[in-house]
């Protein structure tokens, strides 16, 4: 390939999703396995880094994009009809790149001083201690539930320092933290290795390596410069966790009509027609929400406080669907198909575990679409 040709716009184009196609490819080969060892090979973590997903909400001084949500979904979603545990994994790395440009400019550096493609765990949960220290915190502590963090370079850890107001966000390397394996037991999303993170002992992160969670919520002064920065937290983050759902709900489905091309016989599949157009209708539906939120986030001048009630209504309300969609084709399949390691009793296992989360539960986001709708005081 000539050097005019590599950098004709077209080329520029093609090569993100021909990384991504790639990525699915090996994420597919390796889903199995995957789900057994509880981690993602390193194989497909570098297949990722090499989509530009890190990459696209990091601020453009340091090379990223600074993207919009809705352009990082068709790659996200690829990557979990593939492999959920492999799109869960993108999904909060992506997700993770945008809360770490909130840091001051010296942590931002600390990031991606060397390149934009850099994988982020985190917790949005404050755990641990933080206790103060001239120039900063001493941090230590135990954080669960950090899906990806056998793979990350930094991590954004959730705590409430010793006489603040609220939580902060504090910023580690990987070689400051070891791991429990938590998530061994786990019935779905096994691949995420979502363990507990452990600071055995003090970990001094000074003040440039931090935010507060009022910064992340509000959006109100962001530190870098981008349509994406000026979302609040609780209006997005949601799209994040509702993306690979709606990949396994897409690759049940794929799963289910395999199945019933290859064995037309079957009395289960056949007799189950009323199951398959109702599932496949509530995950149009839900495609149609999350995109529906994706857009309204990327206009932040025109996001109310109402169009960020109702994309936090349109997460939790999709991601009831595509379970009950897994669940309706699950039940409908017959023993043959979803009996021992096959797909869709992986995609079931996937999609109970998912929807669990607590940025897809019903009853919080009701409670604030409610509220806001009705204009009650809070």
């Known amino acids: 390939m000539s050097a005019a040709t590599q950098n004709s716009p077209i080329v520029a184009q093609l090569t993100p999703k021909i990384e991504v196609e790639a990525a699915a490819l090996l994420a597919t ?6 789900d ?3 981690r993602l090979p390193e194989a497909v973590v570098k297949a990722i880094t090499r989509t530009g997903l890190l990459a696209h909400f990091v601020p453009h001084a340091f090379g990223g994009s600074a993207g919009r949500f809705s352009d990082s979904m068709p790659a996200l ?3 979990a009809e593939a492999d959920p545990s492999t799109g869960w994994c993108a999904a909060i790395m992506t997700s993770m790149s945008r ?3 909130y ?4 942590g931002q550096k600390a990031v991606w001083g060397e390149g934009t493609q850099v994988p982020i765990a985190g917790t949005l949960q404050p755990a641990g201690r933080a206790t103060p220290t001239p120039g900063g915190w001493m941090l230590s502590g135990r954080w669960p539930f950090c899906s990806g963090v056998h793979h990350a370079h930094w991590a954004l850890l959730s705590a409430v320092p010793d006489g603040a107001d609220g939580p902060r966000f504090l910023l580690v390397p990987s070689s400051a933290w070891t791991t429990e394996p938590t998530w061994s037991g786990a019935v779905g999303l096994r691949g995420t290795g979502s363990d ?3 600071l055995d002992g003090d970990v001094f992160v000074p003040h440039d390596h931090s935010f507060t969670r009022e910064q992340l919520f509000t959006a109100a002064d962001p530190a870098s410069h981008g349509d994406c ?7 997005i983050s949601g799209l994040f966790f509702a993306i690979p759902l709606l990949g396994v709900a897409r690759a049940a489905l794929h799963a289910w009509i395999t199945a019933a091309r290859s064995n037309p016989s079957s009395g289960s599949l056949r007799e189950s027609n009323s ?4 599932a496949a209708g509530k995950i149009d539906a839900a495609d149609l929400l999350l995109r529906q939120a994706a857009a309204a986030c990327d206009q932040p001048d025109t996001l109310t406080d109402m169009l960020a009630a109702r994309c936090r209504r349109d997460y939790a309300v999709a991601a009831t669907l595509l379970n009950e969609a897994v669940h309706g084709l699950f039940q409908s399949a017959g023993v043959g198909t979803t009996s021992g390691n096959g797909p869709l009793s992986r995609l079931w296992r996937d999609a109970s575990t998912a929807a669990l989360h607590p940025a897809l539960v019903v009853p919080p986001a009701a409670q604030v679409y409610a509220d806001t709708l009705l204009q009650r005081s809070k």
Do not use: D, F, N, S
């Open 29 to 34: 080969e390796h889903a199995t396995q995957t």
């Open 36 to 38: 057994l060892t509880g």
């Open 77 to 79: 979603l690829r990557l």
């Open 99 to 101: 809360m770490a440009a």
């Open 103 to 106: 840091l001051p400019l010296t």
């Open 196 to 198: 507990t993170l452990i």
């Open 229 to 235: 920065y000026r979302v609040p937290h609780e209006a």
């Open 275 to 278: 199951a398959l157009a109702i």
